[in-house]
């Protein structure tokens, strides 16, 4: 057996894959919680439905199709679980979660290598599979309430973004949107809530502010300029920026390690045409939300930015 040393200089870390993926479930906390106090039982069952079949399906692929080593206790399947169901509605039947679930490890995922390799958020792969396979069940918001003890048989109305894009209906108040008491999938209601987890990444400094503040900003210039030019048409930006998954997906989603650059101009890059996607969507595509198509457009983008902003070399 070999060891291979590369030339110096050399650093040394503290982080761990599993280090950081369990730092990102800790930051994704607050926002579970508003969705246990707005969704209640629904929002318990269709998390741990969808993080107890992602790491399932990792384990069995691994173990049985791959025949290799299993990396089910790196957190990484339990954090994509999570995140797809933070994606999804709180009244979502539990046959559509396990396709989504086997979509996001088994495609989007494991048929790259796994973790490390993928070239899509399989949370994202997942997600987008069950909107455009099932976009009624998908789009089919539960009214929030405190602790509902319901799951399938639940009040629906629109999400703000819905309102906002047919003109119809009263928005919800600014302290709505903050607090959560809003309809919507389960992580993107309370942008408070969201907020604190960046908070949270920052300070540990499991990622860094260029994607997040990038996406956001981007969404809240284009979208300004559209409402001053024609208000009535278009939304306030900050409305946009508070509603919908944006928060949540450029926070916690466009961030993931694998499939954004590596620099930091490479990720301001990035997090601008993420924007930019969303924007075009949202004001003018089929869909009332765009993120997520936006950052899997981007994450096919991703290579091509590594190889033309490239990190700067080590200097004596």
């Known amino acids: 057996m070999k060891l291979i040393i590369s ?37 318990l069952i269709v998390t741990l439905l969808s993080v ?5 399906f990792e384990y069995l692929i691994q173990r049985f199709l791959l025949k290799g080593k299993t990396t089910i206790g790196d957190g990484s399947a339990i954090l994509t679980g999570t995140l797809l169901a933070f ?19 088994g495609i989007g995922k494991m048929s790259f290598g796994g973790l490390g390799n993928n070239i899509f958020n399989p949370a994202l792969v997942g997600r987008v599979f069950l909107l455009i396979s099932f976009p009624a069940p998908m789009t089919d918001w539960p009214e929030p309430g405190f602790f509902p003890p319901t799951y399938t048989d639940a009040v629906t109305g629109a999400t703000t973004l819905e309102m906002i894009k047919g003109h119809f209906g009263d928005l919800p108040a600014y302290s709505a949107l903050l607090s959560g008491k809003i309809g919507g999938s389960l992580g993107e209601v309370s942008a408070i809530a969201l907020l604190i987890g960046l908070i949270y990444m920052l300070w540990r400094k499991i990622i860094t502010w260029h994607i997040p503040l990038s996406v956001i900003a981007t969404v809240a210039l284009f979208t300004g300029i559209m409402h001053g030019v024609d208000p009535a048409l278009y939304a306030h930006p900050a409305l946009h920026v508070l509603s919908g998954g944006l928060l949540l997906g450029a926070i916690f989603m466009a961030t993931d390690y694998v499939t954004s650059p590596m620099t930091g101009k490479g990720m301001i890059i990035y997090g601008t045409g993420i924007g930019i996607i969303t924007v075009v969507i949202r004001l003018f595509g089929a869909y009332p939300e765009g993120l997520s198509f936006a950052i899997l457009i981007m994450n096919a983008f991703t290579p091509l930015i590594n190889r033309y902003v490239k990190p700067e070399r080590f200097k004596n």
């Open 52 to 56: 107890l079949s992602c790491v399932l």
């Open 87 to 105: 994606n999804l509605p709180s009244n979502l039947p539990a046959w559509i979660i396990l396709i989504g679930a086997l979509v996001a490890i």
């Open 7 to 43: 030339p110096s200089p050399h650093i040394h870390s503290g982080d761990s894959i599993e280090k950081n993926m369990y730092g990102v479930l800790v930051a994704l906390a607050p926002a579970w919680i508003v969705s246990l106090v707005y969704f209640g039982l629904g929002a």
